[in-house]
């Protein structure tokens, strides 16, 4: 097996642009620790796609890794898809997304495959909608979502418009390692091969998809009566800013506030430390205008515009960010209540949600007499069980803590553009009962009991780190604690083991103690982080997971 060091040479040696082997060059002789992380494996496409900082190296988003990941795509797609084929791409506003967007495209294109590309940056939901609109074999989301600036990332959708599950995934994941050299992909047009058509995707899909957004609406009378509703949106410098404020005002919105410095799509994201609306510091800036506007309201999207933050007013007139759990509490409550009022509930519906989000949401759908599906963490496990229950019974909607959420059933992925315009749709209605959101989220708590959730994470980045998270797993398995916040563990439920839980394969560990309290540990699939999910119930709720926190991290 070659070294990092060996590798990096190859790169010197190979037939790779000036600029990449400049910056080889300099690594080598300026900052060896660098080099050894850029070099030291292929950046891994997992059976989600890639994710990774940008740069030069096998173990960095960049042209080439972008190209092997590509050509092992069209590899599978070529071996096990018969007759004409189809990719749709799109790409959100991050640095090198328009380029890996283009570099996929010509790489499909090569290889025979009839490509449909975005003219320009789309939110990862519509990407996701247009592959069943063109009824197309695949698709790629260049993005790396809510992570910092110097990530990209790469993720791939299969013909339902859900991302890749198994057994796809693991067998593409496979078509993927088997590319071990930028001079196995087709970056010019392969010999024998006929280049195939690069179509244009624009305004067209996007009329179609806001279309069947409005089909979704529940409470057209309350929007009308309530248009004015102030609402502050921020696309966070991100692609949300092409539909979100246009799909408010085809529901009825009329008072959509802006925050002018972060409308602009900038892969710098100057005005955030991180573009993610789950951090409070993304979400200043639209809090600040929000206050200076007197909004009820605050909606925040994240680059790729899967992911949705909102802040509400509490009953001191505060405005108060909300977690995804609190969000989705409310909301699934609305819109289940919504489906009773309508009669639209027959026995014959279900939700989703991931094994990490409130438990609230199960005890809102056995109310509502709806089941509720508990899935892995990923929204993919969501639209894998749309794909099993199709023509079996009805999808109403899913969510996951992490700021995603869907309804419907065209969109097969977390969309915020959806969860935002159902959000604001929400307010109105509450308003009608004489309540604000956050009146309503009390509501919830007082008929289904207090519940109470955090999650920590800690970052460890590079080989070392990469280590350290797997060896804290490790520790956890030999020796889970005795106790957890000072009651009796009950149950350990690991993820690893499929045959137990009747799900994948997943590197997750949950400890519940006798109060039904529980922590969930799981390290990032997307980033150098292990994370720690607290759960806790009852009036004690928010003192438990203080010390829930203060246990585990450290």
């Excluded at 989301?141 to 859900?162: I, L, R």
């Excluded at 390692?177 to 244009?200: R, Y």
């Excluded at 799509?265 to 993610?276: E, H, I, L, Q, R």
């Excluded at 915020?416 to 604001?424: D, E, F, L, N, R």
């Amino acid at each position: 097996m070659k070294t990092y060091k060996e590798i990096a040479q190859s790169w010197l040696d190979g037939n790779f642009d000036a600029e990449t082997k400049a910056e080889v060059k300099k690594l080598m002789e300026t900052d060896p620790v660098a080099l050894e992380d850029a070099f030291y494996r292929n950046l891994e496409f997992g059976t989600g796609g890639l994710r990774g900082t940008m740069g030069v190296g096998t173990n960095r988003m960049n042209k080439y890794t972008v190209g092997m990941a590509t050509q092992g795509l069209a590899n599978y797609i070529k071996a096990h898809v018969s007759g004409a084929a189809s990719v749709c791409i799109s790409h959100d506003s991050r640095n090198n997304s328009r380029l890996f967007a283009e570099i996929s495209a010509e790489v499909l294109s090569n290889n025979g495959i009839k490509v449909f590309l975005f003219e320009d940056l789309r939110p990862t939901p519509e990407l996701s909608y247009s592959i069943r609109l063109k009824k197309a074999t695949a698709g790629i989301m260049v993005t790396a979502s809510h992570n910092p600036k110097e990530y990209n990332g790469y993720k791939v959708f299969w013909s339902d418009g859900g991302q890749i599950t198994a057994p796809v995934d693991k067998d593409i994941v496979a078509e993927v390692g088997k590319i071990e050299d930028p001079a196995q992909v087709a970056f010019q047009p392969l010999s024998g091969v006929k280049k195939a058509p690069v179509e244009v995707m624009g305004v067209e899909v996007d009329e179609c998809y806001l279309r069947d957004q409005l089909s979704l609406m529940l409470s057209p009378e309350a929007v009308k009566k309530h248009a004015d509703l102030k609402i502050v949106y921020t696309p966070l410098h991100g692609c949300g800013v092409r539909l979100m404020p246009e799909a408010l005002k085809r529901i009825g919105f009329t008072n959509i506030i802006h925050v002018p410095e972060q409308e602009v799509p900038d892969g710098n994201f100057p005005t955030v430390a991180s573009p993610n609306p789950e951090e409070p510091a993304a979400m200043a800036m639209a809090l600040a205008k929000a206050d200076e506007t007197g909004a009820d309201l605050v909606l925040a999207t994240d680059p790729d515009a899967d992911r949705l933050g909102i802040a509400v007013r509490d009953d001191e007139g505060k405005m108060v960010q909300l977690t995804g759990n609190q969000t989705w509490s409310f909301l699934t409550y609305y819109i289940l209540k919504r489906w009773q009022e309508l009669g639209k509930l027959n026995g014959n519906q279900y939700c989703v949600k991931t094994i990490v989000t409130t438990e609230l949401i199960a005890a809102i759908c056995k109310s509502f007499g709806v089941k509720c599906y508990n899935v892995l963490t990923g929204f993919k496990y969501i639209a894998e069980v749309q794909k099993q229950q199709e023509g079996k019974s009805e999808f109403i909607c899913g969510g996951e803590e992490s700021y995603g959420f869907n309804l419907g059933s065209f969109v097969r992925d977390k969309c915020a553009q959806v969860a935002g315009c159902a959000v604001a749709e929400c307010a109105a209605w509450a308003a009608e009962q004489g309540m604000t959101l956050w009146q309503l989220l009390q509501k919830v708590y007082k008929e289904y009991g207090l519940s109470v959730e955090k999650m920590v994470y800690i970052v460890r980045k590079g080989k070392s780190g990469a280590e350290e998270i797997q060896q804290i797993m490790a520790d956890y398995r030999a020796t889970p604690p005795a106790t957890i916040a000072g009651k009796k563990l009950t149950k350990v439920i690991d993820y690893n083991k499929p045959e137990e839980t009747g799900l994948p394969k997943s590197n997750v560990l949950q400890f519940f103690n006798e109060d039904g309290d529980v922590v969930t540990v799981r390290p990032s699939g997307t980033e150098p982080k292990i994370k720690f999910y607290f759960g806790a119930t009852g009036s004690d709720a928010p003192g438990k997971i203080e010390t829930l926190k203060g246990q585990f991290v450290k």
